[in-house]
């Protein structure tokens, strides 16, 4: 169960990006079936964690939440796009997200790959506009959009889906040059972790903040990063799938996961372990970051 600290901490926060997510995409000229397209799985539900934490870094380095939000919004922008392509058929395959159907069962594979293509771009563009809206010179805008698109890329989120893809029959690989251990965390490091290590860092550099600020930042959300996603491999196993608002595909698939290559026991200790290590990070930082230690921990403790 959530702490009711944070809980309040993260309904208000929840409560803002959504706002400003419509006020975002309603009115925009694009096609109508794109944007319904578009809007159909951003407004799908979720917990709105990156761009959270992407106001949470903000406000460790002495900015305003709220003036971080439209950078928020690119990041949950770039986290729907990524989830709408990760279902597709040529992927993980999944007919249920969030317990709705997902984006290419209602709008077909064409029209959701241009969903994400226009979710992914526009980010961008928001990105940007929020440096602007500061008054960010030239170097710290293009760190931001750098900063964001490594997150997001080949270097990040994209590879880490690249090294899932190449993981799979990972059993009737074992002993041929192909380490499960290693790769799970890079699959890991890349496709979870790297996003909300930008998500943080972004919201660092909106506040100015100093390189110090920037790495602690950023390293804190690759640990609580990685400790987030095996806590979610152990969900898949032993979690409510009516909860969890998905189908168990991982189970199904024989997917290379923590719970299944370590254990739960295991597993679960190791995000402990991740956890507490992420949140020796922010010691610095003192009272700004105590949002950000109790969501390290629930991150860990979470049934859905």
């Known amino acids: 169960m959530m702490p009711p600290e944070l809980k309040d901490f993260m309904e208000r926060r929840s409560r803002q990006v959504e706002r400003s997510l419509r006020g975002l995409l309603d009115g925009k000229q694009r096609p109508k079936r794109l944007a319904e397209a578009m809007s159909y799985s951003l407004f799908a539900g979720g917990k709105r964690l990156r761009p959270i934490l992407v106001m949470a870094g903000a406000e460790c380095c002495g900015l305003e939440g709220r003036k971080a939000l439209k950078a928020a919004c690119a990041l949950e922008m770039i986290h729907t796009y990524s989830l709408i392509h990760d279902d597709l ?11 709705k159907p997902t984006n ?14 226009g979710l992914l771009t526009y980010a961008f ?7 602007r809206d500061l008054g960010l010179d030239g170097r710290a805008t293009a760190e931001l959009i750098a900063c964001i698109a490594r997150g997001a890329g080949a270097l990040g989120m994209v590879g880490g889906q690249a090294c899932d893809l190449e993981a799979e029959n990972w059993r009737a690989k074992k002993g041929r040059g192909f380490n499960p251990r290693r790769t799970l965390e890079d699959i890991h490091l890349r496709k979870t972790a790297a996003l909300m290590a930008a998500s943080l860092e972004a919201g660092a550099i909106l506040a100015r903040g100093s390189s110090s600020q920037r790495r ?22 032993v979690g409510d799938k009516k909860k969890l608002g998905k189908s168990g ?23 402990d372990r991740l956890a507490a290590e992420a949140g020796e990070l922010l010691a610095p930082f003192g009272r700004k970051a105590r949002a950000l230690r109790l969501l390290a921990d629930y991150m860990i403790k979470r049934d859905k």
């Open 125 to 131: 563009e928001t990105a940007a506009a929020n440096a």
């Open 216 to 237: 602690r930042l950023a390293e804190f959300g690759r640990k609580s990063g990685l400790a987030f996603q095996i806590a979610d491999d152990v969900l898949d196993v």
């Open 104 to 117: 290419h069962k209602v709008f077909g594979e064409a029209l959701a790959i241009l969903a994400g293509d």
């Open 249 to 271: 595909s991982d189970e199904q698939n024989d997917k290379l996961t923590y719970a299944r290559l370590y254990g739960v026991e295991r597993a679960r200790r190791l995000a």
């Open 89 to 99: 058929p040529a992927m993980d395959d999944d007919d249920l997200r969030r317990g």
